[in-house]
């Protein structure tokens, strides 16, 4: 049933309402309808649907509409849009809410799509597949989507130069590079408020070479790209020295989905720990060391007697955060952060403050 974004609000406390808002100011203030929940937790944020678009233009179809917030993003710049969904009430609430919010050349078709459905020749297609499977459970695979892309992909590239396919932030990169083929140009790992929001693989017609791995953080502007090979052929020492007073850098999301672990410059832990030593303009999280200790019960017992508060992280070790938390026996909260990870002295608990600049990067155009 459609009902406001006020109406779905109202349902929330304060913080979940100011996420949301945040989400889809503009929609919030034109008052546009929500076919459901659901829809709202699954749907593109304004800013992510707009990164998107400043890659497309001329006449793009979105076969897979949902909420529409992408549908109206690729609308600002393309000259005509189709907005394409197969159920019936998100189409509906969707076509409605284009005219609330101006949006006049957006064509709006309510349709399941399949090999078997007439896609008109346009410059872009743009599909999203569900990322949910018959019982609700979500799904990381590319042939457990909906619709699935690899039998689809022929018939797309006959309708247009350029697809742009959005996947869950927990695919595989270079699984899913395999199974896209040569033409595929671009990965893009879109990250927003701390976490990875988004993966788009964009393919082009004709396009043969390796592809570029983009990454790009909504919220400070930053972006770096750089490609497989030269992520391969880097350089990077395994072995760095935990002393006291140094600064331990821990990368963002988007630097660790993106798979740059040896082109952040700096030593690390050990080879499977992308915790690093040492200074950096790279957005991520800095820390002082203040101590180290093995990973051991009489470790345990002497942190607990020193700090009754402090946040966890377990990295490269045989154990959760949560687990490792309960070991040490510390509540959460403080400025401590402990980190049980493995470096190349074996298993360590190694004890930090966080540092108060946290760097967001600069704008990178090509490499780290």
């Known amino acids: ?75 600002q710049v393309c000259r005509r849009v189709i907005y394409n969904e197969r159920d019936a009430g998100l189409a509906a609430a969707a076509e409605k809410n284009f005219k609330l919010l101006g949006a006049n050349n957006i064509e709006c078709i309510c349709r399941e799509i399949n090999t078997d459905v007439i896609i008109p020749q346009c410059d872009w297609i743009f599909i999203d597949p569900a990322r949910r499977n018959a019982s609700g459970r979500k799904v990381f695979r590319l042939e457990d989507c909906t619709p699935d892309i690899i039998p ?5 590239r006959l309708c247009a130069p350029h697809i742009m396919i959005k996947l869950s932030p927990m695919a595989d990169i270079s699984m899913i590079a395999g199974k896209l083929g040569d033409e595929l140009k671009e990965i893009h790992v879109v990250g927003l408020g701390g976490e990875v929001k988004e993966l788009l693989c964009i393919l082009e017609k004709g396009f043969h070479g390796e592809y570029t791995i983009n990454a790009a953080d909504l919220d400070s502007g930053y972006r770096f790209s750089f490609k497989p090979s030269e992520e391969e052929a880097a350089d990077c020492c395994q072995d760095a020295e935990i002393s006291e007073g140094a600064t331990l850098f821990e990368p963002s999301s988007i630097l660790m989905k993106a798979g740059a672990f040896k082109l952040i410059g700096l ?17 991520g ?64 608990l190694i004890v930090t403050e966080p540092l108060a600049k946290q760097h967001s990067g600069p704008e990178i155009v090509s490499g780290i």
């Open 1 to 75: 049933m459609k009902t406001s974004f006020a109406d779905i609000l109202s349902g929330y406390d304060a913080g979940i309402r100011r996420k949301f808002e945040s989400k889809l100011p503009h929609w919030v203030e034109a008052g546009c309808s929500v076919p459901g929940t659901l829809a709202l937790e699954q749907c593109s944020s304004e800013a992510a649907a707009m990164y998107k678009a400043s890659f497309t233009s001329g006449f793009l179809c979105d076969l897979t509409g949902g909420m529409g917030v992408d549908s109206l993003a690729f609308s």
């Open 152 to 156: 689809l992909l022929p018939t797309l």
């Open 267 to 283: 030593p690390k832990l050990a080879k499977s720990t992308h915790l690093y030593i040492g200074e950096t303009e790279l957005p």
């Open 285 to 348: 999280r800095r820390y002082r060391i203040i101590t180290s200790l093995p990973l051991s019960k009489e470790s345990f017992r002497t942190l607990h007697e020193r700090w009754e508060e402090a946040e966890v992280t377990a990295r490269n070790i045989p154990m959760t955060s949560e687990e490792l938390k309960s070991r040490l026996r510390i509540k959460s909260g403080g400025n401590i952060h402990i980190f049980g990870t493995t470096s190349r002295n074996g298993r360590v």
